[in-house]
């Protein structure tokens, strides 16, 4: 069965910690992708990454950095944590080459910023 | 203007009923599209991907015109179980990166 398995389901953090969400996959996809989603204005897209090592930012990439070293990890950093970066996040990944449309998700990290 | 909007509903249907869910979608230069399925506190997953000529999967038929850049979702003999949120989904270009509209929610009551 296809997996995306995200690190934490739940966390609290505090303005200014450094916050990592760790992101696995077990499908040997290309395509990875971090996503937040939010009441009111759905899933944005922050960064996504093609390729081991490569990264490209998404519509809200401010605020957030990433790091791809291996293919099957993606990890999302919050340098300095806010509190409008309260939220949840969402990992997904898709194979390379031809787009199917079809992203696979993670269960989300509902991430709290007090 | 929002790149892809819905109606947020939420559409309150009784079982059995006939369901339409409209997205439209600002760039004119969208390839392709697709209904994503998200279930409360879950995570989306996707339902169909959407053809010009409109395509079906059961109860379910999709149907695009790109002329009016709009898409639509039709549920027949609606179930309990469909009840989650729909996103409306395009890409513009053959890479991967997909734009999602906010969703439409839709409750089944028996």
């Known amino acids: 069965d296809v997996k995306v398995t995200q690190s934490s389901r739940y966390l609290v953090k505090r303005t200014g910690e450094k916050v990592f969400l760790e992101c696995v996959q077990d499908m040997d996809h290309e395509n990875m992708f971090w996503y937040r989603q939010d009441p009111g204005l759905g899933l944005r897209l922050i960064y996504f990454s093609y390729d081991v090592k490569m990264k490209e930012k998404g519509d809200i990439p401010e605020g957030y950095s990433v790091s791809r070293e291996k293919k099957e990890r993606f990890s999302l950093i919050l340098e300095s944590a806010s509190t409008n970066q309260t939220s949840m996040y969402l990992c997904?990944?898709?194979?390379?080459?031809?787009?199917?449309?079809?992203?696979?998700f993670g269960e989300g990290s509902r991430l709290t910023v007090l | 203007r929002k790149e892809v909007e819905q109606d947020p509903g939420p559409f309150n249907v009784p079982e059995g009923a006939t369901v339409a869910f409209n997205c439209t979608y600002s760039n004119s230069a969208s390839q392709s599209f697709f209904w994503y399925r998200q279930d409360c506190r879950k995570e989306p997953k996707l339902l169909m991907s959407?053809?010009?000529s409109g395509n079906e999967d059961g109860r379910f038929t999709a149907q695009l015109n790109r002329a009016s850049q709009y898409i639509s979702l039709l549920i027949r003999d609606s179930k309990l179980s469909d009840s989650a949120t729909y996103l409306c989904?395009?890409?513009?270009?053959?890479?991967?990166?997909?734009?999602f509209g906010k969703g439409t929610m839709l409750l089944v009551s028996p």
């Open positions: 959407v053809y010009s």
């Open positions: 997904a990944s898709s194979p390379g080459g031809q787009n199917t449309g079809e992203l696979f």
């Open positions: 989904v395009v890409s513009h270009s053959g890479y991967s990166t997909l734009t």
